[in-house]
């Protein structure tokens, strides 16, 4: 996300700063590239590819573009989605590394203070965080990264063009397992400047370790050392006149080396034989020496020369006489020759360079050592060449020479590597190539190199040729060989003009990188790097365990001359070239902005000439020969595949054909580019513009589209989950039901079982097989016998049929409440209602079953009366009251005589009844005359009062008709308690009339209900018949 967001920002940085890759100018012209390169510095960004090439513009001062974060941001991604930076090309170098399994190199090139050091530097940090690593090879990281400070204060110095310039070459191997670990590092050093040792130009500074010993090493380590803390004091130190310089802490930095020397594992006898090879040489530069009489150099000040043996650990008159005194051998004697005083400094600087030069190298062995990975597995390595730059000074001499030689070896190289990939990559793609016209620096090396005729070959046989050979008669012979070279000129083989420019011991050479005049004095010896076999014999014997180390390893019984200088140099170049050409190289090309090492200071004119010289336009021509761009179809696809419907989000068939139809859709015109084999070339960059700019645009469009899409995956998924759930619980609760529902089958078929068989025993005795059953019965019975109880007495049908075991119990059960609810039925009766029914039961037990209309008449209530007493004359009244009257009646009398009807009042009393016509009571039958009482058994309302004749007053029986018979005739019998009086009688009722005479009244049926007198003279009832139910 992070690195996105970067990547954005520098894109839009783009358009405002430059152009990222100079592939992708529009003009390939000088003014063009470096204006873009301006642009870009004076907004800090330093980095600018050309390709897969960065060029580097020296910023001089500390951008904050390496921290940890910024690593992070690089780490595996592709090389052209971030802004340009050096760890892009770290990263990808590693990465394909790892996954093509090959070795690779970084060359890092550039003038002297370009920035080489500090690039390669930055590279191993980056390794150092971005590889994977175990605590093992923490330590082995560690110590990669110690080598550093150690190699650049024994190996670097100020010179006019940088205050920490690398005065040696240093090629550096990072190993590599297959995990991608770094697991252990190798360093091949290259030809370092002795001559530095013992002098240095003015406004130069020796080697940095002499400075921080001096400032930083403690007061014991100086006295041990014999020093006193003061570098003007050392004449080794002083000749530059600027010991002391502003940007250079020496007092930290030895510090750091101090740390640094611990980290690679050098132990305290080391350390200390170290430093005093270092302090040796410091007092060795103040060994001076007096001439005597005949001009001989005469050693007198021998606390110089002590320390010296001392701290070397050799014989002090032995090297008193070494550097006094060359020894010759004459067959059999060996003669002493005295050394004049400029041959006895010579010898002495002589020594002091050995020593120092030999101990750098024994130096890098043991960091070597230090970081050997002794697993014989297979690694890969990535190697990291940070060599002196090409340098031009006021007076250049021998190691000038070599170190501009060397450059131009690298420029060589570089110019194979690049022509050669380049063209390999059309072919192989099957593009067809357009050559790139270069300059070829080969005739350059040649001139320098070449055997037999080169200056190196030259110079060697000056070196080896018996005679008077001097650097001047080198000179001559130069002019000799190379008369007519383009790049060689002389004082003597030049024109007018440019004779005026050159001393007499000047020659000059037209690099690639532009012209440098050396000045030959000192070549020859330079060249030798003699020392006198005393001298070394001397060493040789050192106590100083690194001395020793270091020169007894060269062979002193050897009497062949070694190899000179230049040609171990050659070789030793040779051989890097081998090294290197054996590997892919990616190329950083370093460039200096302003000579005076200034921040925000562009030179235009120094940047256009190290554009010019380091080739870069050439390399950005080749680049873009025909083809500005070019990418992998997977990347290319993967970039900018929004771009188009058919590819995105995915292109499923081979990724050249997803490629073709993406750039059909985007409208590549057929000459706008060309398909190779794994790449599409792209042969203008405004059509990569365009397309840039398309997937600028795209790439906001699909980020809310995606932005959509996924919130709408989001719910949809938590919709999904939701339903999952829902499912699984549902599952889960069907489940438990089906287990419950089985359960419940189980005990239902159990029960059942149980059931049956005690339904099959149910009539046995109670047994453990049907006792629940029985109780079931039982119960269900009782229970269903409770809600179907009978509601009234009257109901007699309802009652349940019990089962069998409960027939008996049914029964008293049934009688029970049949009891109870007549219970409560008579307690619910009033006592009206009592009285009623008590009479209602007198009446029952006389009519019941007798009379015809008798059942129809149940229901008719009793009144108290049916006259009430004010409807009754008040004389009548007045002359039964003392009796108390009970109930009266209207009734029809018939007379005895004749039967007429006559309506009469019927008035029952205590003790008689009277038969009241108005005022008059027409007869009072006493309850004690009253004989009887007949009714016929038909519907009729006739009544036959038999009264006893023999009371004279009596007339004879009373017949007489009344609607309330059934009412009338119950009073009457309880009143005169005459229950057993009344009669009910079929056919005709007979009655005595006053003085014997007899007469009946006869019954019958008939359709009219009809009373009359009948011819028999009988009183004849028709009665209708009254339907029983
Ligand atoms: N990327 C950078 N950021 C900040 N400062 C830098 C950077 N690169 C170089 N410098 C500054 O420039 C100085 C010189 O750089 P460096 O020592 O790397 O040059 P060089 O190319 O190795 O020179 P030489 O050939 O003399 O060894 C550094 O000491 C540092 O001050
Ligand atoms: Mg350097």
């Known amino acids: 996300m992070q690195g996105r967001l ?71 991604v592709n090389f052209f989605e971030l802004p340009p930076h050096i760890y892009a090309l770290a990263d990808n170098a590693y990465h394909t590394m790892l ?69 040696f070459g240093k090629y550096m191997d990072i190993q590599f397992d297959s995990q991608g670990d770094a697991v252990g590092g190798h360093i091949l050093n290259y030809l370092l400047e002795k001559s530095r040792v013992v002098h240095q130009n003015h406004g130069e500074r020796n080697f940095h370790i002499f400075y921080q010993l001096v400032e930083g090493g403690s007061d014991d380590l100086l006295t041990q050392l014999g020093l006193e803390r003061d570098v003007q004091h050392y004449y080794y130190l002083t000749q530059g006149e600027c010991a002391i310089v502003s940007s250079i802490n020496d007092k930290n930095d030895w510090k750091s080396v101090k740390n640094a020397l611990q980290v690679i594992e050098f132990d305290e006898t080391n350390t200390n034989h170290l430093f005093r090879v270092v302090a040796s040489v410091l007092h060795l530069g103040n060994v001076h020496f007096d001439p005597d009489s005949k001009g001989h150099a005469l050693l007198k000040n ?57 101990t750098f ?23 990291l060449l940070d060599i002196y730059g090409f340098e031009v000074f006021y007076v250049n001499s021998f190691e000038q020479f070599c170190i501009n030689y060397c450059n131009e070896k690298l420029q060589q190289l570089f110019i194979q590597l690049t022509l050669k990939a380049e063209q390999e990559e059309y072919e192989a793609e099957g593009i067809e190539w357009e050559p790139v016209q270069f300059f070829n620096n080969k005739i350059i090396c040649d001139l320098v190199e070449e055997k037999h005729r080169g200056i190196i070959s030259i110079l060697d046989e000056e070196c080896l040729r018996p005679g008077d050979a001097t650097d001047l008669t080198f000179l001559e012979r130069l002019e000799e060989k190379m008369g007519n070279h383009p790049h060689f000129v002389t004082h003597r083989l030049a024109d007018k003009m440019t004779r005026k420019t050159l001393e007499r011991g000047d020659f000059r050479l037209l690099h690639y990188a532009g012209e440098v005049t050396y000045c030959v004095v000192g070549f020859l010896d330079k060249n030798n790097d003699l020392l006198y076999r005393n001298i070394r014999n001397l060493v040789c014997q050192s106590k100083n365990m690194i001395v020793r180390d270091c020169f007894s390893a060269v062979d002193t019984t050897n009497k062949r001359r070694p190899e000179t200088v230049a040609t171990q140099f050659k070789n030793s170049l040779q051989k890097l070239t081998e090294i290197l050409m054996a590997k892919e190289a990616w190329y950083i090309r370093c460039l200096k902005s302003n000579e005076s090492k200034q921040p925000g200071q562009f030179d235009e004119a120094l940047i256009r000439h190290q554009v010019k010289y380091l080739g870069l336009m050439e390399h950005l021509r080749v680049r873009r020969a025909g083809f500005a761009y070019r990418r992998k179809y997977e990347d290319f696809l993967k970039r900018y595949k929004p771009l188009c419907p058919a590819t995105w989000p995915h292109w499923r068939g081979m990724p050249a054909d997803g490629v073709e139809v993406l750039v059909q859709h985007l409208g590549y015109l057929p000459d706008e580019y060309k398909m190779g084999r794994t790449k599409i070339f792209i042969r203008h960059p405004r059509t990569l513009y365009a397309t840039e700019d398309a997937y600028e645009k795209c790439k906001h469009d699909l980020a809310s589209k995606l932005q959509a899409k996924y919130k709408g995956y989001k719910v949809k998924g938590e919709f999904k989950k939701q339903k999952e759930a829902a499912t699984k619980i549902e599952t889960c609760w069907r489940g438990a039901q089906a287990r419950k529902e089985k359960e419940k089958r189980a005990w239902a078929v ?16 109670k047994s453990t097989d049907n006792s629940e059953y029985l109780a079931f019965v039982r119960q269900s019975y009782l229970n269903r016998l409770k809600n179907n109880l009978p509601k009234t007495v009257l109901d007699k049908t309802t ?20 009891r109870l609810m007549v219970r409560k039925y008579v307690r619910g009766i009033p006592p009206q209602k009592k009285a009623q029914l008590q009479m209602k039961v007198v009446t029952s037990a006389i ?21 009430s007493e004010q409807e009754i004359n008040i004389r009548v009244l007045s002359m039964i009251r003392n009796e108390q009257i009970k109930y009266s009646v209207p009734v029809i009398k018939y007379d005895r ?97 006053q003085s014997g005479k007899e007469s009946a009244v006869d019954f019958t049926t008939g359709q009219e209900p009809m009373v009359y007198k009948a011819k028999n003279g009988h009183l004849m009832v028709v009665a209708t018949r009254t339907r029983t139910r």
């Open 6 to 76: 970067d990547m954005e920002g520098a894109l839009t940085a783009r358009d405002r700063v430059g152009i990222q890759d100079f592939v992708l100018l529009d003009e390939t012209t000088e003014v063009a590239v470096i204006s873009n390169l301006k642009k870009r510095f004076s907004k800090d960004l330093i980095y600018t590819y050309i390709g897969t090439l960065i060029v580097s513009v020296n910023p001089y001062k500390d951008l904050d573009i390496y921290s940890k974060k910024q690593m992070d941001v690089y780490m595996g």
């Open 99 to 167: 996954t093509e399994f090959n070795n690779h190199f970084i060359l890092i090139s550039g003038e002297s203070g370009a920035g080489k050091t500090e690039a390669s530097k930055k590279i191993l940090q980056y390794y150092a965080v971005s590889c994977p690593s175990t605590t093992l090879m923490n330590t082995v990281r560690d110590k990669m990264l110690m080598s550093n400070p150690v190699l650049e204060a024994f190996g670097n110095a100020k010179t006019l063009k940088n205050d920490n310039s690398s005065r």
């Open 302 to 358: 021998n606390t110089e020369l002590k320390w010296v043996s001392d701290l070397l650990g050799v014989d002090a008159n032995n090297l008193k006489e070494g550097l006094t005194f060359r020894k010759i051998e004459a067959k059999t004697e060996q003669v002493l020759s005295p050394f004049t005083i400029d041959h006895a400094i010579y010898v002495r600087d002589a020594l002091a360079k050995a020593i120092y030069g030999q």
């Open 361 to 383: 190298t024994w130096l890098v062995n043991r960091i070597n050592e230090s970081m050997e990975n002794k697993d014989s597995s297979r690694k890969t390595v990535i190697g």
């Open 750 to 765: 159990k029960v059942i079982k149980k059931f049956i068989k005690a339904y099959i025993n149910r009539g046995e005795a």
């Open 799 to 818: 009652w349940l049929t019990p089962p069998a075991v409960l027939t008996e119990a049914s029964e008293i059960l049934r009688k029970l409440h049949y």
């Open 847 to 867: 009519f019941k079953g007798k009379k015809e209309n008798y059942p129809p008449s149940i229901p008719q209530s009793f009144l108290d009366t049916r006259i």
């Open 897 to 993: 005589n004749g039967f007429k009807p006559r309506p009469r009042q019927l008035i029952l009393t205590k003790t008689a009844a009277y038969l009241v016509e108005e005022a008059k009571i027409k007869q009072r039958v006493s309850y004690n005359s009253l004989k009887g009482i007949s009714v016929s058994n038909l519907s009729d309302g006739i009544i036959v009062i038999h009264i006893t004749c023999e009371e004279p007053k009596q007339k004879g029986d009373l017949i007489i008709q009344c609607e309330h018979l059934y009412e009338f005739l119950t009073k009457l019998s309880i009143i005169a308690n005459k229950q057993d009086a009344i009669k009910v009688v079929q056919g005709s009722i007979t009655i005595k009339i």
